[in-house]
């Protein structure tokens, strides 16, 4: 069992806790340089997947996992980033503008949909979003002199100074960069009063709202915020895919992105990577499995979400802290062999808040 | 006028399937205050029951209606015995996202029973593809044409919503339900079952679903994404404001008829998104819907 004594104020604000964080971190770090020259081509381009869906799963995990508000129409922040970024790409911009810009104008949709986030909370948050998603759909689908509507709209090459960028193991190294330059940001934003307080406003409104927070204020900033960074993976991901079509941004690829957050974790910074690493991972699994099950039933195309339905199903009932919290579990039980006692991370259950007046 | 007139008979008829599956919604949101994402499914699986039950066993209509709701009961209470109760006394998203999941495992579920498929399916009704002409020659132009599909909707709504009213009014368990959704606490101290209560609620719920299915599978075929159709129950719930049944039944038709006026008068693209336009201008407006109560939440 480690102890950690803090002899020193740097200890606080550092960003990991200990040399041990220190060790594993760079290790991680490591890894993630060398993989180039380890894996495959294709396992490299699920690996940029991952990263690509890691940014936007960090941005719903603020939303989601930090300040308690549910997303369902995330997917339209992604078209708006994607979109964004094919236009001005298309219209010559450079990289270092046009991501900058998908981020911003994912941001300002994100915005938009806040502001009824003012008036309304909970499920009825979540149906606003649901309605805001299906509009965004839409609004693509019908802006066709921008977008190409339903028929799609190719993206050109990634050259930024003179380096091909699609070329995959650059295209690797970019989303890699970016997606650790997300999760710094992410950890420090988490630190600052702006962080706390969409904590807090997560724990409960009606408290963090008699300490003084602007409840529409950060609610706003929160959406803004998680949905810039999906205007980043939107961008990403188009350059990804290279051709992108409004059906790939519905109510569907939504929904994913919430199951992705919750099979990961909610409430971690660890889940939001966790969640698309599983995901990508067990789709590989399940194309792997295919083979070996009867072709009645590994032939079926409804194989993978009936195992991923399951798996969140499970997930919610057995293991509400998600696989971070799993890992936490295995990790409590390393550290303190043999004490480990089954109740350690037992949920408490509570009595319904209702929300009723009665 | 004639036009218009077809067009909000034809608007109120899918306005009545949003109603029913809003309708669903409510009953289960009254009981438990969770929000059921998968209710949509729901009634995707009441269509494919009643389909099996007519072609492969070979049951008259009234026959796979009354199988349809038996089974979707027993799947509704299924579903809330084994995957909703242990999750009581849970934050209210744990809840949704389980049923988020269910919709999503229902959808893939269905695509891998022999026979269900991934195809799309015609439900036999006797009455498809009727149509009844009105205050003239069949043919001619002067003449309101009702589809006997839409109008089944309508009657077959009407007589549902007025059996479900002297249910809850009249019979016991419909009065301990009624009591369940009021004050659980309160009801279990009188002796209701509170837990077994909301099981039938669930039950009642997924009936009422299946019918709605049933009802829609002439229009739109039976078919795995069936259940999207479900998420516009979502802004027809709202409209009326949540937790009041009335208010499913006239959002739903709200929902309904605006959608079809906007697809005839409005550019091409309103008809998909006018429901979740005229349920934000809602929530704007006043989020607590047509009938709603107050939901300010007391400390």
């Not at chain 1, 706003?220 to 949905?227: E, R």
């Amino acid at each position: 069992m480690h102890f950690l004594f803090k002899t020193r104020y740097e200890q606080d604000i550092s960003l990991f806790r200990h040399n041990g964080q220190r060790f594993w971190y760079a290790l991680l770090a490591l890894a993630l340089v060398a993989a180039p020259w380890l894996l495959s081509e294709y396992t490299l381009s699920q690996l940029s997947f991952i990263g690509i869906y890691s940014i936007v799963c960090l941005g719903l995990m603020l939303l989601a996992g930090y300040t308690g508000q549910v997303s369902l129409g995330h997917a339209g922040f992604l078209a708006m980033g994607a979109y964004t970024e094919a236009y001005l790409q298309a219209n010559g911009w450079p990289f270092a503008l046009s991501l900058p810009m998908s981020a911003l104008v994912a941001g300002l949709t994100g915005v938009m949909i806040g502001l009824p986030a003012l008036r309304v909370k909970g499920m009825y948050l979540s149906i606003a979003t649901l309605a805001f998603g299906f509009i965004l759909e839409e609004v693509v689908v019908r802006a066709e002199h921008i977008t190409g509507g339903n028929s799609g709209m190719q993206i050109g090459k990634l050259i930024i100074g003179g380096i091909d960028f699609d070329d995959h193991v650059n295209f690797y190294y970019l989303v890699i960069g970016i997606a650790v330059t997300c999760v710094i940001g992410m950890l420090n934003l988490l630190r600052s009063p702006t962080g706390r307080a969409f904590v807090a406003i997560r724990d409960s409104e009606v408290s963090a709202q008699s300490m003084g927070i602007n409840l529409a204020y950060y609610k706003t900033t929160a959406f803004a915020i998680s949905a810039a960074l999906a205007g980043i993976s939107g961008a990403l991901y188009a350059h990804k895919i290279t051709f992108i079509t409004p059906d790939q941004f519905g109510f569907l690829q939504s929904i994913e992105l919430l199951m992705m957050v919750v099979i990961g974790g909610l409430g971690s910074i660890q889940g939001a990577i966790f969640g698309p690493s599983f995901w990508f991972f067990a789709q590989q699994l399940i194309v792997v499995g295919k083979d070996w099950l009867p072709s009645a039933l590994g032939q079926q195309t409804g194989l993978q979400p009936t195992i991923f339905g399951i798996i969140l199903i499970a997930i919610v009932l057995f293991e509400p802290m998600g696989l971070y919290g799993r890992w936490l579990k295995i990790r409590t039980f390393l550290q303190i062999f043999p004490f480990y006692r089954k109740g350690m991370f037992k949920r408490q259950k509570s009595y319904m808040k209702s929300e009723r007046m009665k | 006028m004639l036009q218009l007139l077809q067009l909000i008979v034809s608007g109120a008829a899918i306005g009545c399937i949003y109603a029913l599956i809003a309708l669903g919604f409510v009953l289960i949101y009254k009981a438990t205050e969770t929000v059921n994402f998968a209710q949509g499914d729901l009634m995707m699986i009441g269509g494919f029951i009643g389909l099996s039950a007519m072609t492969l066993i070979g049951m008259p209509f009234w026959l796979a209606f009354l199988v349809t709701i038996a089974a979707m009961s027993l799947v509704g209470m299924g579903t809330e015995r084994l995957v909703l109760r242990p999750l009581l006394g849970q934050p209210a998203f744990t809840v949704v996202m389980v049923t988020i999941g269910l919709g999503y495992l229902a959808r893939g579920l269905v695509t891998m029973i022999p026979y269900w498929g991934t195809e799309t399916h015609a439900l036999p009704v006797p009455y498809k593809d009727e149509v009844i002409w009105i205050g003239g020659e069949p043919g001619s132009n002067d003449a309101l044409v009702l589809s006997v599909e839409h109008l089944v909707i309508i009657l077959a709504t009407v007589a549902l919503v007025a059996l479900l009213f002297v249910f809850f009014r009249y019979t016991r368990l419909g009065i301990a339900m009624q009591a369940t959704s009021q004050n659980q606490l309160a009801a279990f101290y009188m002796g209701i079952p509170v837990r077994r209560v909301n099981m039938m609620v669930w039950g009642l719920s997924a009936a009422i679903c299946g019918v709605a299915g049933l009802l829609l599978a002439p229009i739109t075929f039976i078919h795995a994404n069936m259940g999207f159709i479900g998420l516009k129950a979502f802004p027809a719930a709202v409209v009326g404001g949540f937790g009041s049944i009335p208010g499913a039944l006239v959002g739903g038709l709200v929902i309904g008829i605006v959608e079809s006026l906007s697809g005839f008068y409005l550019p091409e693209g309103f008809k998909d998104v006018a429901a979740y336009v005229v349920v934000l201008i809602m929530l704007v407006v006043k989020p607590n819907g047509l009938f709603g109560d107050n939901l300010t939440k007391k400390v």
